[in-house]
Structure formats: C-alpha cells, structure tokens
C-alpha cells in the first residue's frame, strides 16, 4: 500500500471523509505543500502527527476543502436567479425550502437570503447552509468578511445589509438570523428532501466522476419536481436528463 493510500486509510477511519473520492494529484498536491510547510517528510508522518494534534486536523481540513468564496460570486448568475429563477419558484411556493451545500464561511447562503429577501420580508427567509469543515461553519456564524469578499454587491445592498468595522464587513443580525448552519458530508451524510432549490457551487470540480455521479443523483432525489439545482461557472452537467434534470437556465436545472 503506497504512503499515500495509508494516509486515505487513516482519514477515513479517523472522519470518515473519503480522500478517494477527490481528484487524487490535486489533492496530493495540495497536501504535500501543507505537510512539507509543516516539516513533515511523508504522508504517513503526516498522518500520526494530525490524528494526535486537533489543531493541525483542522488545518488539514481547511486546506483539504479550498475555501474561497465571496458574495454574489459570478454576479450575472444571481441575477437570473433574482429575475427569473426565484419568481418561478415562489410562484410555485410562497415558502421556500432552501439548501446551500458545501456553503464554506457562509457567503453563499447570505447572498441567498438577501436576494431573496428582494421578493419576500427577510424574516420570512430559510437557508439551511452546510458544510463538511467545523472552522468554516464558525467563521460563517461570525459573519465578518474582509472588503474584497464583497466585491461584487451592489451598493444598495452593501449598505442595507452590512455594518462596516474598520477594513472588515459583518453581516446583520436580521440576515444572519434567515441562515441555520450544520456539518454535513455530501459523500456520507443522508440528504434531506423536498427542497425547492439546492445551491452547490465552485465544490464538484474537486471531485472524481463517480463521486460527482453520486452526488448529483442525491441532489435530484432530495429536490420535489420542479425545484432548481444552481452550480458553478465550471461544473456544467452535460448530461442532466441522466439525474432527472432539464436545462433551466445556464448553471440553472429543473428537475423533471
């Protein structure tokens, strides 16, 4: 068994995350910069050291599940969602059952909820918002963001929904409170059901085929028909009616 499988073993038996099911010389990559950093000179001594210090496991975490993020990333996409996605499905539904998977320090569910919020009053909004990285999960419930996380806000909203703190935005109370955070892991945790849309954005790209196949057929079954799974700019499904899926818009699928 080569270092690297024995690293996976370990892993797996000490999370449960399933290292196999990630892209291997990405991840490899990514993990020999972080265990070479740390003076680290094999996977297997890298393995001993995480599983003994709690602080470094996270690191582990951290760089394992590549957290960048920011508020209404690729800015045209929200767009339809504001303008056509989320009419349609309030049309449908006044209430809206919600999913931001692998949601990372929680831009992505506050983006939600303030678009949303354009359509229904705030304290009518529910997020769920989950990801499989506890520190990620506690900067999101922190909600403060450096400017450059804010980029592509529109001003209007800048300022109705953030408070400036020196260099830094928080979040207000009234949106955090639309926005329930949990640990959740898209390749091992059951999924909850009948949701009218599932966001999952900038994540499957680290995954391999059969772990993305998995994944989108668990978001199908846990969307009701009719509801919307929304993706990233790079995570086009070329072949949605194999999940049960039409094309909506662009990165936007209907489930049938």
């Known amino acids: 068994m080569s270092d690297y499988e024995q690293f996976i073993e370990g ?3 000490k999370t449960g995350i399933d290292l196999a099911l990630y892209k291997e010389a990405q991840m490899k990559r990514r993990l020999t910069s972080l265990y070479e950093k740390k003076g680290y000179k094999s996977f297997v001594d890298f393995l001993r050291a995480v599983e003994a210090d709690r ?3 996270n690191e582990f975490l951290d760089r394992m599940t590549i957290n960048v993020s920011e508020f209404y990333r690729n800015g045209k996409r929200w767009e339809v969602l504001q303008n056509k996605i989320f009419p349609k499905l ?4 006044k ?4 999913w931001s998977a692998a949601c990372s320090t929680g831009e992505e569910p506050y983006s939600l909820a303030m678009v949303l919020s354009q359509h229904i ?3 009518q909004v529910q997020v769920l918002a989950t990801d499989l990285d506890e520190n990620v999960i506690q900067k999101a419930k922190n909600a403060v963001y450096p400017e450059r996380s804010l980029a592509e806000v529109p001003a209007d909203v800048k300022s109705k929904y953030f408070s400036q703190e020196g260099s830094f935005y928080r979040v207000k109370d009234e949106v955090k409170r639309t926005v329930t955070f949990k640990r959740h892991n898209l390749l091992k945790d059951t999924y909850d059901s009948n949701f009218d849309l599932i966001v999952c954005r900038n994540v499957m790209i680290y995954f391999t085929e059969e772990a993305k196949d998995q994944i989108y057929h668990n978001f199908s079954k ?3 028909s009719g509801g919307i799974l929304f993706v990233g700019s790079t995570e086009q ?10 094309v909506e818009d662009t990165f936007f699928y209907r489930k049938i």
């Open 121 to 123: 009053p705030m304290s």
């Open 55 to 57: 602080d470094l496991m």
């Open 11 to 13: 892993i797996k038996r």
């Open 237 to 246: 499904i070329f072949n949605p009616a194999r999940y049960g899926f039409e």
């Open 222 to 224: 846990a969307l009701r």
């Open 95 to 98: 209430r809206l059952k919600i």
């Open 90 to 93: 309030l049309a449908e539904n």
